[in-house]
């Protein structure tokens, strides 16, 4: 049954499926949410796609991606063998991501991510390049962050932080884009790697799997260089942390990621109901979880009394700024119903139909290989849904906010792929057809954040 599920009939089906589901879902938002309403800056030229510009690519960047294409899948084979160092990999995802981003030429490619386009930016590197020391930011962010830029205003200062460190270190817009895909490369591809050794066996494929999460289009597009990328790594490298009950080594290293990532994002709430859950369902114990919290609130109570920085109270003033009207779905219930709609289609799109696909025999047998990585596979993706029913990601650019739930929804395909009687050749038809699906997207789309 699983083996049927990565022909190339049944691949072509799951994207002609999923292509007329937006396409329906896409003339129905329009007719019940008029353009003006539904984007009035606008963003974007097609919903559910954020900050997303058109564009038919030139014949050169045909041939570029053509090239990069036949490059990656000449090589794939060497790379997915058994026990390849995780380096080699990780050049293998940075060279990959690099190069689908110069599909865009090298100014908007490389430096547009962290400069950002046009006379006045938004970006954290334009706070970043105001700021007189990182103390005194730290010293003065509460009462700073209202007339900080658009995404530093609803951020902690480590957003704004880490691009103050890249800045003058590096002066280099390029040099910054590709040094953050470096390190979210860096944080999720080890750790990936080291969760399926360790949980769900076949050691055999655990390359193959690490190329499959390298050539997402989320990750293709948004590793270099979103901020959310190094969030995404951090969050998974907690995760394979935390899974692992053989030292205290391992936990402080999981505590130390989550807080890493509160420092960067509110949007670190994800992880505390996951690792709660898992560790409730899994072990009966709360004791790993409690550790964490406890790790992370002595972190901020240092830094309040050092630097005088309240986390609850920029937590509180980002939240009344992002949510002027209160709660969405009683302030505006069309807007809220229709990006809650668009927030699921634009993951379920930068995720790939064909691994939607594996979904459907995946879980179960993801459950009978590997029952811990079941259960933070569903939690995950059951704390994701809960956060959008609350009315986060209000905007929504969730393929690029929420790229930390990828490891939960890739779980599930990759034991599809590694079950028994699935062959190489179908596990190369299906890396070769989310390469191809990444690459349309960068070749026919603008991405913007």
Not at 23 to 40: G, I, R, S, T, Y
Not at 179 to 205: D, F
Not at 431 to 449: E, K, N
Request: a positive charge; charged letters at 15%; aromatic letters at 12%.
């Amino acid at each position: 049954m699983l083996q049927k599920n990565f022909q190339t009939k049944r691949l072509a089906a799951a994207a002609l499926l999923m292509l007329a589901l937006v396409v329906v879902a896409h003339a129905l938002c329009l007719h019940f949410f008029p353009k003006p309403e539904l984007d009035p800056p606008d963003l974007s030229d097609f919903w559910p796609m954020s900050v997303f510009r058109f564009r038919i690519p030139s014949w050169t960047q045909l041939v570029w991606g053509a090239g990069v294409g036949l490059a990656f899948l000449s090589t794939r084979r060497l790379l997915a063998k058994p026990g390849v160092s995780i380096v080699l990999l990780w050049v293998a995802g940075l060279v990959l991501v690099t190069a689908t981003s110069l599909l865009h030429g090298a100014q908007f490619g490389l430096e547009v991510p962290t400069a950002g386009s046009g006379a006045s930016g938004i970006e954290y590197w334009h706070d970043a390049v105001l700021i007189k020391s990182a103390g005194w930011f730290l010293r003065n962010f509460n009462e700073l962050q209202p007339v900080l830029l658009e995404h530093a205003r609803t951020h902690p200062p480590g957003a704004v932080l880490f691009y103050y460190v890249l800045h003058h270190s590096l002066r280099s817009f390029a040099a910054i884009s590709v040094v953050v895909a470096g390190l979210a490369l860096g944080l999720a591809l080890p750790a990936w790697r080291n969760l399926l050794r360790r949980e769900l066996g076949r050691t055999q494929h655990d390359s193959w799997a690490v190329l499959l999460f390298a050539v997402l289009p989320a990750v293709q597009i948004y590793f270099l260089a979103a901020i959310d990328a190094v969030v995404a790594g951090l969050l998974l490298a907690a995760l394979a942390q935390f899974l692992r009950r053989d030292s205290a080594a391992s936990l402080l290293l999981s505590a130390l990621c989550v807080a890493a990532t509160s420092f960067l994002t509110y949007g670190v709430a994800f992880i505390f109901p996951v690792l709660v859950g898992f560790e409730l369902l899994q072990e009966r114990s709360l004791k790993r979880s409690v550790a964490v919290v406890a790790f992370v609130s002595v972190f901020y109570g240092l830094l309040y009394a050092v630097f005088g920085y309240s986390y609850w109270t920029s937590f509180e003033l980002a939240t009344a700024m992002e949510n002027q009207e209160g709660f969405l779905l009683l302030a505006h219930p069309k807007q809220y119903f229709w990006s809650r709609v668009g927030s699921v289609l634009e993951i379920a799109i930068f995720f790939t139909p064909f691994l939607c696909l594996q979904l459907l025999g995946g879980y179960r047998e993801l459950r009978l290989r590997a029952a811990r990585l079941y259960t933070l596979s569903w939690l995950g993706s059951a704390t994701l849904l809960a956060m959008l029913l609350a009315g986060a990601f209000r905007i929504g650019e969730t393929a690029r906010i929420c790229m930390f739930v990828l490891p939960c929804l890739l779980l599930p395909a990759v034991a599809a792929a590694t079950a028994e009687g699935v062959s190489d050749r179908a596990r190369d038809r299906l890396l070769a057809s989310v390469l191809g699906m990444a690459l349309i997207m960068q070749l026919f789309g603008f991405y913007r954040w």
